[in-house]
């Protein structure tokens, strides 16, 4: 049964799809989409290219020591369990058999060998140049003043038109994607004042989803100042390309991150510095006994006596008692402190968890969390200025660097602090307990991940810390959300963990048997967490990566050539109505195979699923991330049940990270519940 999100009239289309009336997706264009599945309709003009692009080398996992207790997801490679599920994919995404060469269109051809776009752009744009420089003079008078300075807008004016003249109208570089046909593309700049439009209110997510429905193509194409980008949001394609070409990162628009520390940050690198990184960081992340830390240390915060989220739950719930002894329940409730904001709280919590598996400790104190929410509203501004940003945007530079220069401190206490308790015996190096331990093995090996250099490491040490609190974070937020809008998935949830873990309900929630082996017994609560996600993907507007050689899309063998900017939004992907149907409704069990598409829709439903990225560079804190998520609400349902205090629609905010707009919750005891811990 289809459970629809129960918040009233929002604004924006997509945030109404989650209202009562869910939109439909536009329709795709005729021969891209048959009932709920994607076929692929053979080119008008046969793309000429058959070549797939080799796939990138993988790398092999694992630091010796951790071998075995880690899963083969994020590991970086492609696992034979992977390759077998990718071959084993639903017909609506298998590449389809390559299209024969048809030598009657020059767009053929071009996809057959694409030219280079800077290349050919430099000589146009020194061409342009230097007419300019030879006509001024004699046209208007004045030497060479003058003349440099009509090359120069010559040069800016070409630099900008050029590209899109010889990309969309000479079709010299692959296929030309259909264009989202909205308001606000300008000539020379193209869709720049939309997406900073779109930046300014926060939204980026949901104009990539206008832009999708104005382009009524699954992969569509945007230009931005002179250069393009490539939207892929078929599923098929979304694999292919992800799980198979792989390509990195686009650098270009990460440029903000390099600035903290260091631009050799893992998250900026490709090929072998980055597959080093990978086999030296991800096996540990994933270890059993890491994520028996994190979920020990979630239970102590959300259910244990001194927890920052057990001391929100209590207090509410005290006062809601009080308030339903005294009849005054509601707005007196709230006035008296009987509701709160979780989001703070849980940023506190899945900081803490992060701090603990990096360095086995708690989290001291609020400065690393406020250091790191101050850093995130630089990002995009600074992204957004052109190089040298240092130039363009002097003060935000000036902050990002000074919170690397902490981040930088944090890391160096944290070395000395663990060397010397290696050295008075404290602490044994071996095994390693924590991610501290292991990047401390190998940060002098010469044949290890970063041969010496302190400063990337420290650098990575900030992005984890980064990378693995806020996402988290948000994902639950969103998951607390829908459960105020959805009891009776609250009580189905506290139903299983009494079900399939023998729990009596006297048991408090701190003696739950909750172990990353028990909690994956759990699989309604897999269910909701996974629809959460797809709701409510936490990095909407998708990985960004920039292809290296041409690619062959195998939806429909249209070619991307080397170079472009690409972009995999999750958000697009994850709302489609071809692959989920009732795509807009919370419907935790399109993951049961008993649920309404059976077996074959999980199938389906799997195959374009990917808020953690896909292949080999995906997110090496899925499991993690998955297990806090679990477990706080595991905690929290165990012992209350959680209503929306907020009245007004909560909007969804995407600033690089999408979370819901701050709201308010208000908790009652649940019946049967134990009485809570007493407060350390
Ligand atoms: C709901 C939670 C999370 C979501 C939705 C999420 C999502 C993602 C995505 C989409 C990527 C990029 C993948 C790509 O480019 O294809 C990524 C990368 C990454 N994530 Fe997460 N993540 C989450 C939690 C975490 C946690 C808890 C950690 C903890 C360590 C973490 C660490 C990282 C790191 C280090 C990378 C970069 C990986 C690389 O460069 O190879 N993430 N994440």
Request: charged share 15%.
């Amino acid at each position: 049964m289809a459970i629809r999100s129960g918040c009233g009239g929002m604004h924006h289309p997509y945030l109404h799809a989650y209202t009562q009336n869910p939109v439909q997706w536009p329709p795709a264009p005729p021969g891209r989409q048959a009932g709920r599945r994607y076929v692929v309709a053979p080119p008008a003009c046969g793309p000429a290219s058959t070549a797939q692009p080799p796939p990138r080398p993988t790398s092999h996992t694992a630091a010796v020591r951790w071998r075995g207790t880690h899963p083969v997801r994020g590991s970086g490679r492609t696992s034979p369990a992977a390759a077998a599920a990718d071959a084993a994919a639903p017909t609506s995404s298998t590449p389809p058999p390559p299209p024969a060469f048809s030598s009657c269109c020059w767009e053929a051809v071009m996809a057959r060998a694409p030219l280079p776009v800077q290349p050919v752009t430099a000589v146009a744009v020194a061409a342009a140049a230097a007419a300019a420089a030879a006509v001024t003079p004699s046209l208007v008078g004045g030497g060479w003043g003058a003349a440099l300075a009509a090359a120069a807008a010559a040069a800016a004016l070409t630099s900008l038109a050029w590209p899109r003249f010889a990309t969309d109208t000479l079709r010299l570089h692959g296929t030309v994607f259909p264009s989202p046909a909205t308001p606000g593309d300008w000539p020379l700049v193209g869709r720049v004042a939309g997406l900073a439009a779109a930046v300014a209110a926060r939204r980026v997510c949901y104009l990539f989803a206008d832009w999708r429905a104005a382009a009524g193509a699954p992969n569509w194409q945007v230009w931005m100042a002179g250069s393009r980008t490539v939207f892929i949001t078929h599923p098929a394609d979304v694999r292919h390309v992800l799980a198979r070409v792989n390509p990195p990162r686009d650098t270009a628009a990460l440029a903000s991150l390099g600035l903290l520390l260091s631009p050799r940050m893992a998250l900026l690198t490709a090929g072998d510095i980055h597959t080093r990184w990978r086999r030296l960081v991800v096996p540990p992340l994933n270890a059993d006994r890491v994520l028996a830390v994190a979920v020990a240390a979630v239970v102590a915060d959300v259910a244990g006596g001194g927890g920052r989220l057990a001391a929100a739950l209590g207090t509410a719930a005290d006062v809601a008692d009080r308030g339903a002894a005294a009849g005054t329940a509601g707005a007196a409730d709230a006035a008296a402190g009987g509701s709160f904001c979780p989001g703070q709280l849980l940023e506190w919590l899945t900081l803490s968890v992060i701090h603990e598996v990096l360095v086995s400790q708690p989290l001291p104190s609020d400065e690393i969390l406020d250091k790191l929410n101050s850093l995130l509203p630089l990002f995009i501004p600074v992204e957004m200025v052109p190089s040298p940003k240092k130039l363009f945007a002097p003060r935000a530079v000036g902050r990002l660097q000074a919170a690397g220069a902490y981040f930088k401190a944090l890391y160096v206490r944290h070395e000395a602090a663990r060397l010397a308790a290696y050295e008075d015996g404290s602490w044994k190096a071996v095994p390693p307990k924590d991610i501290l331990d292991v990047l401390l093995a190998d940060v002098d090996q010469p044949k290890g991940a970063y041969r010496g250099d302190r400063l990337r490491l420290a650098a990575d040490y900030m992005l984890l810390f980064m990378a693995g609190y806020d996402t988290t974070a948000h994902s639950l937020e969103w998951g607390i959300l829908t459960l105020c809008r959805h009891p009776e998935v609250q009580d189905r949830i506290v139903d299983e963990v009494a079900d399939v873990l023998g729990c009596s309900r006297s048991t408090p929630a701190a003696e739950l048997p909750l172990t990353p082996a028990s909690l994956d017994r759990l699989t309604y609560l897999q269910a909701v967490w996974k629809e959460v996600l797809r709701l409510y993907p936490i990095t909407a507007a998708g990985p960004n990566r920039r292809t290296q050689v041409p690619v062959t899309l195998p939806s429909d063998g249209s070619v991307i050539p080397a170079g472009t900017a690409i972009k995999l939004s999750q958000f697009v992907v994850l709302h489609d109505e071809a692959v989920f149907p009732d795509a807009h409704a919370f419907v935790p069990e399109r993951w049961l195979p008993d649920g309404p598409g059976g077996a074959a829709g999980v199938k389906v439903a799997s195959g374009s699923y990917f808020p953690f990225g896909l292949g080999p560079i995906a997110c090496p804190g899925r499991r993690l991330s998955q297990l806090e998520w679990k477990t706080t609400i595991v905690c929290i349902l165990w012992g209350y049940q959680v209503r929306l205090a907020t009245k007004e629609p909560v909007r969804g905010v995407d600033l690089g990270t999408f979370r819901p707009a701050p709201y308010e919750v208000r908790v009652t005891r649940r019946a049967g519940a134990p009485p809570p811990p007493a407060c350390a």
